[in-house]
């Protein structure tokens, strides 16, 4: 008898531990289950953000495509994370995140651009935008999206109003591209205070346009291609006290106008090449500016 009730409490006891495995099996799928259905609701909002995004022109990349720097690192080199046959299920966006969106040349100007800030703007972890020639309500829409960090704007009008994205929360540069630079694209540049990188393509700079350069607060980056910079031109870009990095590839410059870069206390890369400066010249800047900080490195 004693025996028999032995046999009995240890099937009761295995009856409870098969009890209490089913609850916690059941709450473990129960929260599986239900983080799947916000996931999957998630990325069916993100993936139509997406597709709008698409029909303005616009090309969408994800977090897996940069490293930490925020450098694109040949995506395709790597496989999109996550099961494939799951990602054609769910979509992309299912498994990482959507953080950077390019718009191309608006087939209609400003509008059609505006309508695909205003999506891009409700994706939660967008971190850098490419943008063309965009306008002042455009430019609005920018400075409200709440975690972008990099702009790329490229040929924007002369009277922009750029101090619009002094408003951004989180812009912390700011990449300008002028395929045909203008004296006046560059004095809308004077009210933003957010470092910028300026790139100078074509057209005609004059000295008044180069010394708005040196009146641009946070101009950290600056490379001219076949914009007629000279010597006397260098006198105001030795002005731009914040700058780190200057490309004068092919310039109209010589020995004579280095003279006037001995200012530029920040500089840590200048290219000279295919210009008329020599040896000679790139050594007497190189001391002159080591004297008081570190000589930058010169491309010839």
């Not at 032995?6 to 495995?21: D, E, N, P, W």
């Not at 916000?38 to 990325?43: D, L, Y």
């Not at 939660?124 to 972008?148: E, G, M, N, W």
């Not at 812009?171 to 009210?191: F, K, N, Q, T």
Request: positive net charge; proline residues 5%; charged residues 25%.
């Amino acid at each position: 008898m004693a025996h028999n009730l032995r046999r009995g409490s240890l099937q009761g006891l295995r009856f409870q531990f098969g009890l209490r495995t089913c609850l916690l099996l059941f709450v473990v799928f129960a929260a599986a289950a239900s983080w799947l259905r916000v996931r999957s609701e998630r990325s069916t909002r993100l993936q139509a953000l997406i597709d709008k995004i698409h029909q303005c022109n616009g090309f969408v990349q994800y977090d897996y495509e940069f490293d930490e720097s925020g450098k694109w690192n040949n995506a395709e080199a790597q496989p999109p994370p996550g099961p494939a046959w799951m990602r054609r299920i769910a979509g992309d966006s299912f498994f990482c995140e959507p953080v950077s969106v390019s718009f191309g040349p608006p087939f209609e100007p400003g509008l059609q651009l505006e309508h695909g800030i205003e999506y891009a703007k409700a994706l939660p972890h967008l971190k850098y935008l490419t943008v063309f020639s965009p306008s002042d309500a455009a430019l609005a829409k920018i400075s409200q999206c709440p975690r972008l960090e990099e702009l790329w704007m490229t040929n924007w009008p002369a009277e922009a109003r750029l101090d619009r994205l002094n408003a951004s929360p989180c812009l912390r540069v700011l990449r300008a591209h002028m395929e045909r630079a203008s004296d006046a694209a560059i004095r809308a540049l004077c009210s933003v205070r957010i470092p910028i990188c300026l790139y100078l393509e074509g057209g005609e700079i004059t000295r008044a346009g180069a010394e708005c350069l040196q009146k641009i607060p946070e101009l950290r980056v600056l490379a001219v291609e076949r914009t007629h910079i000279d010597d006397q031109m260098l006198y105001y870009i030795g002005g731009c006290s914040q700058l780190s990095e200057l490309d004068l590839e092919g310039a109209d410059i010589s020995d004579s106008g280095l003279e006037y870069l001995v200012r530029l206390r920040n500089l840590k890369l200048l290219d000279v090449s295919s210009t008329r400066v020599t040896a000679a010249g790139v050594a007497k800047l190189q001391h002159q500016i080591s004297a008081r900080t570190r000589a930058p490195r010169v491309i010839r």
